[in-house]
């Protein structure tokens, strides 16, 4: 039975206080665009406001893990929160930056197939790709394509879902967002594997995981399923909203918030 989320300080209080009563236990989990920043029309302009940065840095000074968990590749996710000290999970759960180190580790289950998306995604015309507004985003093993501010995006939307199909048969993954289409190799990462890796450290039992879109269900899921065994004592998902969002976001949430704004208040009270 899907709980009803709930909001305001009173619920932040009750779900959050055994991760502020004892923060070396606890890990602070938060996925980036949508969540920490707020959506850009382009991808390439979206930026963390200074007070999350903030609230972060201060988090990360006493909480046992601060980890983002982004779509982007980790040293992107890396450039746009601005921090060191913290970790990063970048393109879904396929690479790992832990705190203080510099080297991007990457997911060993993808051996040999780092390319496979590129090599599907140059069998189509890019022009062709282009002109109806689907964008595509170089991601290495991963390759994206963005149809936000195509002249039609119902039609760059149809064209993506045209492609997603013959991916599939490729024996590739597709994976939606907020008007976008990701294309993988199957198996491997995913917001629930980056969740369940950055926990795996020392003396961590207890966690809060936000996000916004669809991917971070899978977070949401293995939260869960790692409270449910017993590992987590304490496990909050926050559900980032927007219009955009996936309805199932709102169900699977402990927690609910009305956009980034919402989430910074949380982490500022995490912080106080
Ligand atoms: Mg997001």
Request: with cysteine.
């Amino acid at each position: 039975m899907p709980r009803e989320s709930e909001t305001g300080e009173g619920a932040w209080a009750t779900l959050l206080g055994p991760l502020r009563a004892e923060p070396s236990k606890a890990a602070i989990l938060t996925d980036v665009d949508g969540t920490l920043a707020p959506i850009a029309d382009r991808a390439e302009d979206a930026a963390v406001p200074a007070a999350a940065r903030e609230a972060l840095s201060a988090l990360s000074e006493r909480f046992g893990l601060v980890g983002c968990v982004s779509g982007r590749q980790a040293e992107e996710a890396r450039r746009l929160v601005g921090l060191e000290g913290i970790a990063y999970a970048g393109n879904h759960g396929l690479e790992l930056i832990l705190p203080g180190e510099s080297e991007v580790r990457p997911d060993p289950s993808l051996a040999g197939r780092e390319q496979e998306a590129t090599e599907f995604i140059a069998g189509f015309d890019a022009a062709e790709l282009e002109a109806i507004g689907l964008r595509r985003e170089d991601k290495g093993p991963i390759q994206a394509l963005h149809w936000r501010g195509a002249e039609d995006e119902t039609i760059a939307e149809r064209r993506a879902h045209e492609i997603a199909v013959t991916a599939g048969k490729a024996g590739l993954e597709p994976r939606w967002g907020r008007k976008v289409l990701e294309l993988r190799p199957v198996g491997g990462g995913g917001k629930d594997a980056a969740v369940a890796s950055l926990l795996a450290g020392e003396g961590l039992d207890r966690a809060v995981y936000a996000g916004d879109d669809r991917t971070d269900l899978d977070a949401f899921r293995r939260l869960q399923e790692l409270s449910k065994v017993g590992e987590l004592v304490a496990a909050v998902r926050v559900g980032v909203l927007s219009p955009e969002g996936p309805a199932e976001l709102t169900e699977e949430s402990d927690l609910t918030v009305g956009g980034p704004s919402g989430w910074l208040a949380i982490l500022e009270w995490l912080a106080e």
